[in-house]
C-alpha cells in the first residue's frame, strides 16, 4: 500500500476543488424515456398490486438508461453502482481514462451477495453449512464470474448479527452468532478479494452494514437502535473488526442510527473505532440515499448540513444521494470542510483504484471473457454443493426420508414449480429461468409426479407419499421486507393440515429467507427439511437430500421460535433473576412455549451421533476441551461439533451460553474421533461497567454436542 502514496499525493496535489469531489460521488444510472413516475414509485406501483411483476418487467425492459456521461466528462463521477456488463463499463471507463483531464479511471461495484449469475443459497442458508472453506470458495467463484462482467467492488458480505426473525434482512447474514458470523465473513472477504486486489478476476469487499443494523428496534428494517456499549462492542462488532482485519478495503455504514447518531454521519464509528482503533485504511461507501437521509432522521439541518456532517465523520464516498456532489464545492469555499478532509476521502478512493490496478489495467475484462465465465459447470456444481450442505433436517420421524424412488409422489406447493423464487433476496444479476425447480429435478429424474393443486389436492390420497413445497416467495424477504407475522404465508398452514388428512406421509419442504414460525408443523409433520432459497441448483440439491443421495448435514444458525410475539429469540440470551419455568412468576409468555421450536445449532443427519468424554486441560493461553463423537448409525455423515461455554457469575450477567469452537467432521459407520478445541482464556472475558475488558477467575461450564441444546457438561475452574 505504501508504495501508492506518492503517487496518491501527486495526484491530490494537481486535482481541482471539483474534481476531488467528483471522486467522492458513486452514480447510479437513471432510467428514463418509458413512464411518467419515478423509478421509485414504479417499485412501490409493484409492491402494492398496482401493476404486476410482469407489467413492472416490461416497462423495465423498455427504459433506457442515462449513465450522466457529460458529468463523467467533467470529472463529477468517481464510480458507478449498477452497471453489471463489461461492454458498458469499459465504454464509460474509455471515457474517464481518455476524456477527462486527469484521466483518473473508475470503479464500478455491485451488489453480489451470494453469488451472480451463479447464484448459490442465500446467506442465512449458507451459513448453515458452518464451513469457511465453502464460503470462501463460493465467494472466489461470485469474484470470477462478476468481475468478468466489469464489476471491482461488491458490497458484501454482510455481517450483521441478526437476532430478530421478523427483519427482512436476516437473509443477507450468518444469523445470530458473532463468533460465526466473523468467520463467515472473514471467509468472504478472502474469497472476494483473493490473493491481491491487482488480479483482474477479484472484487473489493465492502463489508456492511456498520454498524449494527441487525438489531433494528422491532425487527423493522431502516428503524433506530440504542443498546449499550458492552453489548455493542461484544455481540456486533466483532464481524466487523474480523472483516477488516482479513484485509476488507471497504466498509458501508448502516442506514440506521445508534444511541441517536445515524451511522453515516457517526464520528465514532468511522473515524475513531474504525479508523483510529483498527487502523482501516481502506474507503467508506455510503449506504444508497443514505447521506440524503440524515435530514430525515432529524439530525442534519438539511442537505447542506449532511454533507458536511457525512464527510467529517469520515465517510468518503456518497451513493446515489447526490449530496456530496452538489454540497461539497461550496463548502469547501467557505471553509466549513477543510481540504484535509477532501484530500483524506479523495486519497482513500484514489488508493483503492490504484490497489485494483485500474490506473495501469483499466479494461479489466471484455465481454470475451464475460462470456466464458458465465454459469460454468463447474460453477452449477459448487452452487449444487453448496446448497446441499445449508440444507438443515428440522425432523424425520419414523424414518419418513429419505424417499424410495419409484414412489408415486404427490407435489404440492406454490413454490413446487417456481424457478425464480429459488433465487431468493439479492440476487440482481441472475436469471431466474435459469434455476432448477423442485419439479424440474423430480420429472428429470424420471420420479411419477401427480401434481397436486387447491382444487385436486384430494388426489393425494392416490399416491404413496406427499412433498409439500412451502414458505416464502423471495420478495416476503430482504430489504424492506420486515414481517409482523413469520408463520407460514397465504393460508398454506390449512392446506397443510388437509394434506396431513390424507394419511400418507408427508415431508414439509420450507423455502425461506428467514426462520418461520412454525410449532404446528413441527408437532404434526413427519418430516420437515428447511431448504432457504438454495440458488440456481435448488431442485437438484433438494432431491439430493429427499433421496438420499446427499445425506443432510447443516445445522441453524438462528433460532426458529414459535410466535413472532416471541422475537427476538436467540439461543446466547441472559438470565433473568427469575429465569422461564413452570411457575407462574418467571419470564415467559402465557401462549408460547419457553423453548424454540428449534434451537440453533439444530439439525439432523439420516445417520446418527453420539458424544462421551467431555475433558478440559487448562493451557497456557487457551481452555483445551476435548470431546468424542461417534457416528452410531448405517451411513456415513458429517457432524457439526459445537462446544460452548457460560460463565457463571461475573460483574456483568453473561450469556446462558456462548459459542466458544465448532468443527465439522466426517465419519464413517462405526467410526468415532476424539476432537480437540482450544478456546484463548480472552474468548471468556467481557467488557465491565467502566468499559474495561476483564477476564475473572471463576466457574465455567464447558460444553459439546450437535446443537446448543443437546450437550454433554462439565465444569471448569479459571
Avoid at 464475460?370 to 452452487?383: K, Q, S
Avoid at 441444546?709 to 475452574?717: G, I, P, T, V, Y
Wanted: hydrophobic share 40%; glycine share 10%.
Amino acid at each position: 500500500m505504501e508504495r501508492y502514496e506518492d503517487r496518491i499525493r501527486e495526484l491530490l496535489a494537481q486535482m481541482t476543488v471539483e474534481e476531488k469531489v467528483g471522486q467522492l460521488h458513486q452514480c447510479g444510472p437513471s432510467l428514463v424515456g418509458t413512464f411518467d413516475v419515478s423509478f421509485e414509485e414504479l417499485l412501490n406501483m409493484m409492491f402494492d398490486g398496482r401493476i404486476s411483476e410482469e407489467e413492472f418487467g416490461r416497462i423495465m425492459s423498455a427504459a433506457g438508461r442515462d449513465f450522466h456521461e457529460d458529468d463523467l466528462r467533467a470529472g463529477r463521477i468517481g464510480s458507478y453502482n449498477g452497471v453489471s456488463d463489461a461492454a458498458t463499463a469499459n465504454r464509460l471507463q474509455k471515457i474517464a481514462v481518455e476524456e477527462t483531464r486527469l484521466g483518473i479511471p473508475l470503479f464500478f461495484g455491485y451488489d453480489v451477495i451470494h453469488g451472480f449469475r451463479t447464484v448459490t443459497p442465500i446467506p442465512l442458508g449458507e451459513s448453515c453449512a458452518w464451513d469457511p472453506d465453502l464460503w470462501e470458495r463460493t465467494a472466489r467463484m461470485a469474484a470470477k464470474e462478476a468481475s468478468a462482467a466489469g464489476i471491482h467492488m461488491t458490497f458484501a458480505p454482510m455481517v450483521d448479527v441478526a437476532r430478530d426473525a421478523r427483519w427482512g434482512r436476516i437473509s443477507e447474514g450468518a444469523g445470530e452468532d458473532p463468533d460465526l458470523t466473523a468467520a463467515y465473513g472473514a471467509a468472504k472477504v478472502r474469497g472476494f478479494q483473493g490473493t491481491g486486489l491487482g488480479a483482474p478476476d477479484t472484487l473489493a469487499a465492502c463489508v456492511k452494514h456498520f454498524a449494527a443494523y441487525g438489531a433494528a428496534e422491532g425487527g423493522r428494517d431502516y428503524n433506530r437502535v440504542d443498546m449499550s456499549p458492552q453489548r455493542f462492542c461484544e455481540e456486533y462488532m466483532p464481524p466487523f473488526k474480523a472483516c477488516v482485519e482479513a484485509g476488507a478495503r471497504a466498509v458501508m455504514p448502516a442506514f440506521n442510527d445508534i444511541s441517536g447518531v445515524p451511522c453515516s454521519v457517526n464520528k465514532k464509528l468511522l473515524t475513531d473505532l474504525l479508523r483510529d482503533a483498527w487502523g482501516f485504511t481502506g474507503v467508506t461507501v455510503s449506504d444508497s440515499n443514505a447521506v440524503a437521509e440524515c435530514v430525515d432522521h432529524g439530525y442534519s439541518a438539511d442537505r447542506t448540513r449532511a454533507a458536511r456532517d457525512a464527510i467529517m465523520a469520515g465517510m468518503d464516498v456518497d451513493m446515489a444521494s447526490g449530496v456530496f456532489s452538489q454540497e461539497l464545492v461550496k463548502l469547501a469555499a467557505c471553509g466549513a470542510v477543510p481540504m484535509e478532509a477532501l484530500d483524506r476521502a479523495a486519497g482513500d478512493v484514489l488508493r483503492l483504484k490504484f490497489e485494483l490496478g485500474l490506473f495501469d489495467h483499466p479494461y479489466r475484462s471484455d465481454t470475451e471473457r464475460e462470456a466464458r465465465e458465465v454459469m460454468d459447470p463447474a460453477y452449477r456444481a459448487l452452487a449444487r454443493e453448496a446448497a446441499v450442505k445449508s440444507m438443515v433436517l428440522l425432523k424425520n420421524e419414523g424414518d419418513t426420508l429419505p424417499l424410495k424412488k419409484g414412489l408415486r409422489l404427490g407435489v404440492y406447493g406454490p413454490l413446487a414449480a417456481s424457478r425464480s423464487d429459488m433465487l431468493g433476496s439479492w440476487a440482481v444479476g441472475a436469471d431466474g429461468e435459469a434455476c432448477v425447480s423442485l419439479l424440474d429435478a423430480l420429472e428429470a429424474r424420471g420420479e411419477t409426479v401427480v401434481r397436486l393443486t387447491d382444487e385436486n389436492w384430494e388426489q393425494g390420497a392416490d399416491c404413496d407419499a406427499i412433498i409439500a413445497a412451502m414458505g416464502e416467495r423471495k420478495e416476503l424477504s430482504g430489504e424492506a421486507a420486515s414481517r409482523a407475522d413469520i408463520g407460514l404465508p397465504g393460508g398454506q398452514e390449512d392446506m397443510l393440515k388437509k394434506l396431513m388428512g390424507l394419511g400418507k406421509p408427508v415431508t414439509l419442504v420450507l423455502f425461506s429467507g428467514r426462520p418461520l414460525a412454525i410449532p404446528w408443523a413441527a408437532e404434526h409433520v413427519p418430516a420437515i427439511l428447511m431448504a432457504w432459497h438454495p440458488g440456481v441448483e435448488a431442485g437438484n440439491a433438494v432431491a439430493d437430500v429427499l433421496f438420499g443421495d446427499e445425506n443432510p448435514s447443516g445445522k441453524l444458525t438462528t433460532t426458529f421460535p414459535a410466535a413472532a410475539g416471541q422475537c427476538p429469540m436467540y439461543y446466547a440470551h441472559c438470565n433473568t433473576g427469575r429465569p422461564g419455568g413452570r411457575g407462574k412468576f418467571t419470564s415467559k409468555y402465557l401462549d408460547a412455549p419457553i423453548e424454540p421450536v428449534y434451537p440453533f445449532g439444530h439439525g439432523l443427519s439420516y445417520t446418527r451421533f453420539e458424544y462421551e468424554g467431555l475433558h478440559m486441560l487448562r493451557g497456557q493461553s487457551a481452555l483445551i476441551a476435548s470431546v468424542a463423537v461417534k457416528n452410531v448409525g448405517d451411513r456415513p455423515g458429517d457432524e457439526i461439533v459445537q462446544c460452548y461455554f457460560r460463565d457463571l457469575a461475573a460483574k456483568r450477567v453473561r450469556p446462558v451460553k456462548k459459542l466458544a469452537a465448532y468443527e465439522r467432521v466426517h465419519l464413517e459407520p462405526g467410526e468415532a474421533r476424539r476432537l480437540t478445541f482450544e478456546i484463548p482464556y480472552e474468548k471468556l472475558g467481557y467488557y465491565d461497567a467502566d468499559m474495561n475488558f476483564v477476564i475473572e477467575p471463576g466457574d465455567f461450564d464447558i460444553f459439546a454436542g450437535g446443537s446448543s441444546a443437546d450437550c454433554l457438561c462439565e465444569r471448569f475452574s479459571l
